[in-house]
T-cell receptor, first 115, second 113 residues
């Protein structure tokens, strides 16, 4: 079975500071990894994804993530955050089960950018 | 514009009433999903469908029902058997197996009193 851990439930950071949101996953098979962002009372928006190839993945809004197979991690980073980055961030892993696609989300990390 | 629509954005119902949440997509995706989100919590899978006329229970299917009569539509019915139906409901679709990412609708906030 697949699972996703996001160790930090809340991350406060000052505007223009760097930030890292941590994500670890467990899976016995190859997986695909994703980061989503959710603003209040809205659906989830895809930030970036790792399917294969380069382990450093760049996404929208200046975010990037690095896939580390040995540490089973997929941490999200941004070198300089803005107030508008305040939101909930979800890490997710996808694979295949007997029925079709299996998609598992982490519990989320609330990023609060302070002025 | 291609995307997923959910209506209405806010829904209020009395306890004991069934209510149906709409989800429509024009992305031509085969797979569709329903999630429930409670305050401060992640997403929990209610039902999913990989193809028309077929669907599977997710982790918290009790008290919910779905249908998949058309590729573009996947309505969710919250029945009176659902003990705590007040929540934010999200619909998603994916182009599995061509691609793996899920695309989400804007959500419906259901309040039952």
């Amino acid at each position: 079975a697949q699972s996703v851990t996001q160790l930090d439930s809340q991350v406060p950071v000052f505007e223009e500071a760097p930030v890292e949101l941590r994500c670890n996953y467990s899976s016995s098979v190859s997986v695909y990894l994703f980061w989503y962002v959710q603003y209040p009372n809205q659906g989830l928006q895809l930030l970036l994804k790792y399917l294969s190839g380069s382990t450093l993945v760049k996404g929208i809004n200046g975010f990037e993530a690095e896939f580390n197979k040995s540490q089973t991690s997929f941490h999200l980073r941004k070198p300089s955050v803005h107030i508008s980055d305040t939101a909930e961030y979800f890490c997710a892993v996808s694979g295949v089960n007997n029925y079709g696609q299996n998609f598992v989300f982490g519990p989320g990390t609330r990023l609060s950018v302070l002025p | 514009d291609g995307g997923i629509t959910q209506s209405p954005k806010y829904l209020f119902r009395k306890e004991g009433q069934n209510v149906t949440l709409s989800c429509e997509q024009n992305l031509n995706h085969d797979a569709m999903y329903w999630y429930r989100q409670d305050p401060g919590q992640g997403l929990r899978l209610i039902y999913y469908s990989q193809i028309v006329n077929d669907f599977q229970k997710g982790d918290i299917a009790e008290g919910y029902s779905v249908s998949r009569e058309k590729k573009e539509s996947f309505p969710l019915t919250v029945t009176s058997a659902q003990k705590n139906p007040t929540a934010f409901y999200l619909c998603a679709s994916s182009n599995f197996p061509v691609s793996y990412e899920q695309y989400f609708g804007p959500g419906t906030r259901l309040t039952v009193t």
